[in-house]
């Protein structure tokens, strides 16, 4: 059974700093996304990663991936209060009935 | 134009009473899934379909049957509600299965 793993859980740090989420996965896969999701909100999709050494940037979010490792980072730079939220991963695991399976999020907490 | 909608967005509801939560989306996909998102934020896959075909149970109990009368709806009936019901239901579409989904909502669920 595949299982997706991130950490830290929970994230407190202050505005303009960097720091790095990360996900581990157990089973072979190569396709892995990253959401959002704010409080009482939706899931907003970030980045989609489907190739080994895949990297992708938006703002101060950088995510990239590493099949070999089984790992994904979520990068964030200069961390701004807008950037507080839940952050998930999702793993797809490439078999006859693909789903994508979702870590354990991250709340991430900026402050001023 | 909404993606991916669902109704209600807010049910409260005593034990023991049956729901349905209803979800369409306009986007052309032909997978649909239900997740279930726990207080802890943990999010469950529960049912996936493609094309109208039932693909993945996750062991979720008999009282909740998902019904897809065409590829672009599928909802969720759930009997005999019980308090550990009590949770925010997500519909999500994909392409294909296991690739980037969308999500709708989300269904906020009260059991008292």
């Known amino acids: 059974e595949l299982k997706v793993e991130q950490n830290p859980l929970f994230l407190s740090m202050q505005e303009g700093k960097n720091y790095t989420i990360y996900c581990n996965y157990s089973?072979?896969?190569?396709?892995l996304y990253w959401y959002r999701q704010d409080p009482g909100k939706s899931l907003e999709s970030l980045f989609v990663?489907?190739?080994?050494?895949a990297v992708k940037q938006e703002g101060r979010l950088m995510a990239s991936l590493d099949t070999k490792a089984r790992l994904s980072t979520l990068h964030i730079t200069a961390a701004v209060h807008d950037l507080s939220a839940t952050y998930f991963c999702?793993?797809?695991?490439?078999?006859?009935?693909?789903?994508?399976?979702f870590g354990t999020g991250t709340r991430l907490q900026v402050t001023l | 134009d909404t993606a991916v909608s669902q109704t209600p967005k807010y049910l409260v509801t005593q034990m023991g009473n049956d729901k349905s939560i209803k979800c369409e989306q306009n986007?052309?996909?032909?997978?649909m899934y239900w997740y279930k998102q726990d207080s802890k934020k943990f999010l469950k896959i529960m049912f996936s379909?493609?094309?109208?075909?039932?693909?993945i149970n996750e062991t979720v109990p008999n009282r909740f049957s998902p019904k897809s009368p065409d590829k672009a709806h599928l909802n969720l009936h759930i009997n005999s509600l019980e308090l550990g019901d009590s949770a925010v239901y997500f519909c999500?579409?994909?392409?294909?299965?296991?690739?980037?989904?969308?999500f709708g909502q989300g269904t906020r669920l009260t059991v008292v």
């Open positions: 999702a793993v797809a695991y490439t078999g006859t009935a693909s789903k994508l399976t």
């Open positions: 379909y493609n094309n109208k075909e039932l693909i």
């Open positions: 999500a579409s994909s392409p294909n299965q296991g690739t980037e989904a969308f």
């Open positions: 089973t072979t896969s190569d396709r």
């Open positions: 986007l052309g996909h032909d997978t």
């Open positions: 990663l489907l190739s080994n050494g």
